[in-house]
């Protein structure tokens, strides 16, 4: 089982940039599939970026160019760089760990949630 703990959200003008991080427990992290998804009030939580336990990375197309996610291992850390922030990126941002042998780009696939961090992109 694992643990995770977000921070680093906020409130940022468009065009600004945010870095959310992700803490996690356990001594078994390089093996999870590592996520983050975001959610706006009465909308499903989606997709934003992963960084599978093998290293490859995907990104939702609305973020390709402007987000990054990285992941140490040895620090059992996720993180997300968020550059060039639009007012539609502001949701509630969840890092998301997965055990099971293929990742997936929906949310009911994923075993474990952090508490979520706001992110608000003023206009």
């Known amino acids: 089982q694992v643990q995770l703990v977000e921070s680093g959200g906020g409130l940022v003008q468009a065009g600004g940039s945010l870095r959310l991080s992700c803490a996690a427990s356990?001594?078994?992290?390089?093996?999870?599939?590592m996520g983050w998804f975001r959610q706006v009030l009465g909308k499903e939580r989606e997709f934003v970026a992963i960084?599978?336990?093998?290293?490859?990375?995907y990104y939702h197309d609305s973020v390709k160019g402007r987000f990054t996610i990285s992941r140490d291992n040895a620090k059992s850390t996720l993180d997300l760089q968020m550059n060039s922030l639009k007012p539609e990126d502001t949701a509630v941002y969840y890092c998301a760990a997965s055990s099971r042998s293929l990742t997936s780009r929906g949310a009911r696939d994923w075993d474990y949630w952090g508490q979520g961090t706001q992110v608000t992109v003023s206009s």
């Open positions: 960084h599978d336990a093998i290293g490859d990375r």
């Open positions: 356990g001594r078994t992290f390089s093996t999870y599939h």
